[in-house]
């Protein structure tokens, strides 16, 4: 019987989640707990790689994440950004995100339709003569650096921000009956919070093949996966595993 879940992510933002339709559908406690939080690296960490922001003349940008700890940094820096400054965005959201920090009309802004950095190549080859800096996280593949390595493009990668487990309290209480993780850093956190988990009945479900991999890898038993062809999203399989569990 499923009756607590605790979702490793924040609270959904809309009360027109579908998590909130699952949970009063399916009469069960949902809790959104991260296992994992974002924080930026000091002024003084930053210097350590010897990047001067202002050699470069774009800043490609894959998430909210790195637009926040870019500017963040540039303050502490003392860092004016210039007025021509280009922002290349892997979807509009995050360009949009922009208008955060700066002007958005004085500015040059492109982004992409799709979330992958592929879609914005068109734009970056047609500015090739631009020096292009990513900002980006601790954990990070070379996907970028080798896509911009390609077509010849002047181009550095930073480390802005890092990953880090969200540790448990003492007096936080753990008594669930499913767990959902979204990333392998999340099965890492669980493992680094409660080092002599037992799984026992708790079920576990996971999104992503790559989180699935790391949940078994780390001896954890996979109760429920997405995306699948028959559920595309994590809540349409929770919404059909609560069922065939509860019935």
């Given amino acids: 019987m499923i009756k607590k ?30 296992f994992i939080k974002v924080e930026g690296l000091s002024a003084k960490e930053f210097r350590q790689q010897k990047v001067n922001i202002l050699d470069y003349t774009a800043i490609i940008f894959t998430s909210r994440n790195a637009i926040d700890h870019f500017f963040i940094l540039c303050k502490e820096l003392r860092i ?19 208008q955060k920090y700066v002007q958005y009309r004085k500015r040059k802004v492109f982004f992409g339709s ?17 020096k292009y800096l990513t900002p980006l996280s601790d954990v990070h593949n070379d996907e970028i650096s080798n896509l911009l390595d390609s077509k010849k493009l002047v181009h550095k990668e930073v480390v802005m921000y890092r990953t880090v487990s969200n540790d448990f309290k003492p007096e936080e209480k753990f008594d669930y009956d499913m767990l959902i993780f979204f990333s392998p850093s ?51 399989a929770l919404d059909h595993f609560i069922a065939e569990k509860n019935q």
């Fill in 5 to 34: 879940i605790l979702v490793s992510q924040p609270k959904p933002a809309s009360d027109k989640s579908p998590y909130f339709e699952i949970a009063s559908k399916r009469n069960v406690e949902l809790v959104f707990r991260p």
């Fill in 80 to 98: 004016n950004i210039p007025e021509d400054m280009k922002y290349f965005c892997i979807t509009e959201t995050i360009a949009l995100y922009i």
């Fill in 114 to 130: 799709t979330g992958k950095i592929d879609d914005l190549l068109p734009a970056m080859i047609k500015h090739k003569t631009e």
């Fill in 186 to 236: 999340g099965i890492q956190a669980l493992s680094k919070n409660f080092p002599n988990f037992e799984q026992k009945d708790i079920a576990i479900g996971t999104f992503g093949p790559t989180t699935a991999k790391a949940a078994k890898d780390a001896g954890l038993r996979v109760d429920m996966e997405a995306p699948s062809s028959k559920y595309p999203s994590i809540t349409a």
